[in-house]
Structures are given as structure tokens and as C-alpha cells.
């Protein structure tokens, strides 16, 4: 039985999944943490990479691997294919002013919002690599000069698999290329004219490939392992595109993702455009559409309600099992790294409703579970106003593992969850779009996720109605 890799390069770590080609049975798994912070040293992620690879055996005995990796950060290569600067993050909100002046110079308002998303898909965001672009070539001129191509975490990452063998063999699929702000999922076609207005010239970018073309062979000295097969490189994927492919998401299917970011995204088989830019017409990893809701407030709301507690995320959740639905007119508003979705890069958090009665950890727990999920609640009513069917809700990341965060969840969106077994639902899908590169073949080949638990508690409108009153009160940063 021929085996498989699948690799997802994420915001807080990198995890590897070896799996058999044709069944999709988990044969090993790993990991490695990343660095903290919104701008990185690609290299980091090189290393955790090569960590996580030697600690789940190596890949020599796999036909092929894809990468799928954390959207939009901008990897800027110099003509020798050195990294010019510390990548930054899709939750960098620094580049907040550009995504504006790019919508004042196609028009503002309105019109500047509609131009981008009939252009890209998506109304630009600080996410997004075009910003990051207009951010650079204002703020650091002289590393602005030095590039010469410019790539995401996964192209870079699959790129050094290869072996790094210059500029023009960089790859890249359409999953990632629609997160860029410079390609559009409608013609398949890179809008190079834009990345020239954001960045003031053009710049080398790497070829789209279909699904389940290769982007070439690993260099197993890359990964200093030596000689073997011949191992073929999947396209790969950015990790939301990658997470619907692990998570066998089909037409009717919603996909709530809980990791670093909130998503919110649907599989479809037309391109989303929606001005308001709550949605972003994203592709997907099999030729269709992925259009997606993103927050940048998600398992880390968790984190850092744990952390205000002192306690474990065990009993943060036991904590917010305990206190009642509402958590007695507590309400988080969880903008603590700025927000997205809605467009607030500045935001911060706030906690609205404290009395006597709710100043109480159980009650700050259940407000940090509900306030995430309210969050993401709204996301999916974006997401469905832009035409998206919701018969199935399958909750995945690291955050589906809080028992609270899976019993709540159908109070807030008002309808069941399902939960597949806890598993690294990138990975899979990044092993599965390998499996299909090396089996060939139409379709990927059809892996089952194991047996779905569902939740189907009452839904708590309260909830969302008292959320929506506190998220229009929240306040900016204070200017550094
Ligand atoms: N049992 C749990 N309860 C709540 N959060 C959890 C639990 N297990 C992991 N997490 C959180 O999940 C997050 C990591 O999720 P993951 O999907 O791997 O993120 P990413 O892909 O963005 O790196 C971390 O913030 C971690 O604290
Ligand atoms: O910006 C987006 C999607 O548009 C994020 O979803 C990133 O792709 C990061 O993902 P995680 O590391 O949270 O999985």
C-alpha cells in the first residue's frame, strides 16, 4: 500500500500526518511549535518543518506530500531566493491603512469595495498579501527593492522540499493564489495589474497549478535524509481549503474552524463576490469555490481566558459548563488581536455585564466560550446571506476539543454540530490532495473521518442578542 504525507504549516505549529494512499488510515503523526508573534522568519517554519518530519519518521517510504500551510503571509524572495525580511502573518493588522488606500484608489466606499471583490473575489483586508505588498514598498523601501518574488507559507515551504531550485519553479495552487488580493477564483487568472497598484512594480509570483498536478520531486537532501524514491510534491493548499478536503466537506456542508482564526467557509460550485467583504470568494483545493468568514479571535479567546483564570482549558470548560446559558448578561466581545471580520483592526476586547452576580470565573469562562462563538455565529450568517446551504455544521481545531466550546455551539448558531474525532483535519486534507497526485484519477480518493458526534442543544437567541448590543461598544487601541 503506497503511503501518503500531509503537512499543515499553521500559525502556532506544524503538524505532519503519514497516511495510506488508499484507505487514508493514520499509519504516524507529529509536531513541532512555531515562534509566537505576527511576523516570522520563514525559516522557523523550515525548521519546525524538518522537526516534525524527523520526529514522524521521515518521508522516505512515501510516493507523495503537499503542504498545506496559513493563508496570505507575504514571503518576499530576493533574486538568490533569500527571504528578504521576517515574513508577515495573515493576523498582522498592521498593513489595516493600506487595505484602505486600495479601496480609495479603485473608487472608495461602495464602489472601491465591489471593484476588489469582482476583481479578487474579496474586498481587501490587512489579512491579505497585497496589503502587506503596499505596506512594504511605504514603510521599507530599501528590503521593497531587494524583492524579486514574492510567495506564500505553503509555495515557500514546498518550494524548499524541492530543494529550492529557483525563482521559476515556485508553485502554488488556487486556494492560496485567492488569498493573495492578485488572482481571481472567477478567471483563474493572476491580476498582476493589481499587484503592481499595491506594490508599484511587478514581481515574479509563482505558476497555479490544477488540484492534482505536481509541483515537482522532494530533494531528500532538503530534508538532509539522504537518497530515496522518487517522492512527488503535491500542489498543496492554503489550510482552510485543506481543512475541507480532511474533513470530506461536500455541497450543504458549513465548516467552523476553531485554531488560531475563526473560519466559517462553505465548498461551492460558483465564486462568491461579496462587497461588503464580510465573505471572501475564496477557490478551493479541488477546482470549485470556497467562500470563507475569517476572524482573528478564536482558540486563543480560550487561551487567554485560561490564563486570566489560572487555570487549565480543562476546567475552563468545566468552568463554562457550569454557568448558565448567557452567563447571566456577561458578554466578551473577543477583539483581542484586533478583528477582520467585522473590519476593526484597531478593536480591542471588552467585557460588558459584570455585577456581583457574574463576577465570577464560571461566568467569565462561559462569557469567553459564547462571545468566540458569537463571533463566528455571525460569520455564518454572512456566509449564508451570501447563499450558502447550512444543513450540516462540522466543528474542527484545536478549539472543537473544549467540550463546552461543542455544547455551546448549537445554543449560539441555532442549529446541531457535528463533530468528527479529534484529528488534524489540514494535514489529512493536505495528505489527501497527495494521495490523489499519486494515485491519479478524477476525484481525491474517498477517505472516511471516522464517526461524527453530533450536539443538538437548545438554541439560546439571547445570547447573540445580547452580544450584538456589546459588539458595537467596544473601543480602539490606544495610539503607540
Ligand atoms: N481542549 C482544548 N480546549 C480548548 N482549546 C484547545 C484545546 N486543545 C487545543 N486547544 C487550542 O487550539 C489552538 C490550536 O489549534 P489549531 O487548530 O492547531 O491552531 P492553528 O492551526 O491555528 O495553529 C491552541 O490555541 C490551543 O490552546
Ligand atoms: O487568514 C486566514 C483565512 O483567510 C486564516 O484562517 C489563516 O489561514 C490562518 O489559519 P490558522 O492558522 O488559524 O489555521
Given at each position: 500500500m503506497p503511503l501518503v504525507a500531509g503537512i499543515d504549516s499553521s500559525t502556532q505549529s506544524c503538524k505532519v500526518v503519514v497516511r495510506d494512499a488508499e484507505t487514508g488510515a493514520l499509519v504516524r503523526q507529529s509536531r513541532a511549535p512555531h515562534p509566537e508573534g505576527t511576523e516570522v522568519d520563514p525559516r522557523a517554519w523550515w525548521d519546525a518543518l524538518r522537526a516534525a518530519v524527523a520526529e514522524a519518521g521521515g518521508l522516505a517510504d512515501v510516493a507523495a506530500v503537499a503542504v498545506g500551510g496559513q493563508q496570505h503571509g507575504m514571503v518576499c524572495l530576493d533574486e538568490?531566493?533569500?527571504?528578504?525580511?521576517?515574513a508577515l502573518l495573515w493576523n498582522d493588522t498592521r498593513s489595516a491603512d493600506a487595505a484602505r488606500e486600495l479601496i480609495e484608489e479603485a473608487g472608495g466606499g461602495e464602489a472601491g469595495r465591489r471593484f476588489w471583490a469582482d476583481a479578487t473575489g474579496a474586498v481587501p483586508v490587512a489579512s491579505f498579501t497585497a496589503t502587506k505588498l503596499r505596506w512594504l514598498a511605504r514603510h521599507e523601501p530599501a528590503n521593497a527593492d531587494r524583492v524579486a518574488a514574492v510567495c506564500l507559507p505553503h509555495d515557500w515551504l514546498t518550494w524548499r522540499l524541492a530543494g529550492a531550485p529557483g525563482l521559476a519553479a515556485l508553485r502554488t495552487d488556487r486556494g492560496d493564489a485567492s488569498g493573495t488580493g492578485y488572482w481571481s477564483p472567477r478567471t483563474g487568472e493572476y491580476r498582476l495589474d493589481l499587484l503592481e497598484r499595491a506594490f508599484g512594480r511587478r514581481l515574479r509570483v509563482p505558476v497555479v497549478l490544477g488540484p492534482a498536478e505536481t509541483a515537482g520531486h522532494l530533494d531528500p537532501a532538503a530534508l538532509g535524509t539522504g537518497a530515496a524514491g522518487p517522492v512527488l510534491l503535491g500542489p498543496g493548499t492554503g489550510d482552510n481549503a485543506a481543512a475541507a478536503l480532511g474533513a470530506g466537506a461536500g455541497p450543504g456542508d458549513v465548516v467552523v474552524s476553531i485554531g488560531t482564526s475563526g473560519t466559517v467557509f462553505a465548498v461551492a460550485d460558483t465564486p462568491a463576490a461579496d462587497p461588503s467583504g464580510a465573505v471572501a470568494g475564496f477557490a478551493d483545493a479541488t477546482g470549485r469555490f470556497l467562500p470563507l468568514v475569517c476572524t482573528l479571535n478564536a482558540a486563543r479567546v480560550l487561551d487567554a481566558a485560561a490564563t486570566l483564570l489560572g487555570v487549565d482549558l480543562a476546567t475552563l470548560s468545566e468552568l463554562a459548563l457550569a454557568a448558565p446559558p448567557g452567563a447571566g448578561g456577561l458578554v466578551l466581545v473577543p477583539y483581542l488581536e484586533g478583528e477582520r471580520t467585522p473590519d476593526r483592526p484597531t478593536a480591542t476586547g471588552a467585557l460588558h455585564g459584570l455585577t456581583l452576580g457574574t463576577s465570577t470565573p464560571a461566568h467569565l469562562a462561559r462569557a469567553a466560550v459564547e462571545g468566540m462563538l458569537c463571533a463566528l455565529a455571525d460569520g455564518l450568517d454572512a456566509l449564508t446571506a451570501q447563499g450558502a446551504r447550512a444543513d450540516r455544521i462540522i466543528l474542527v481545531g484545536g478549539g472543537a476539543r473544549s467540550a463546552a466550546v461543542r455544547r455551546i455551539a448549537p445554543q449560539v448558531f441555532g442549529r446541531p454540530v457535528v463533530v468528527p474525532p479529534p484529528g488534524e483535519y489540514v494535514a489529512d486534507g493536505a495528505a489527501r490532495q497527495a494521495a490523489w497526485v499519486a494515485l491519479g484519477g478524477a476525484a481525491p480518493p474517498a477517505w472516511s473521518v471516522g464517526d461524527t458526534e453530533e450536539y443538538a442543544t437548545e438554541p439560546v437567541p439571547a445570547i447573540r442578542a445580547r452580544y450584538a448590543e456589546a459588539r458595537e461598544r467596544v473601543v480602539d487601541r490606544l495610539p503607540e
Open positions: 538568490a531566493g533569500q527571504v528578504v525580511r521576517p
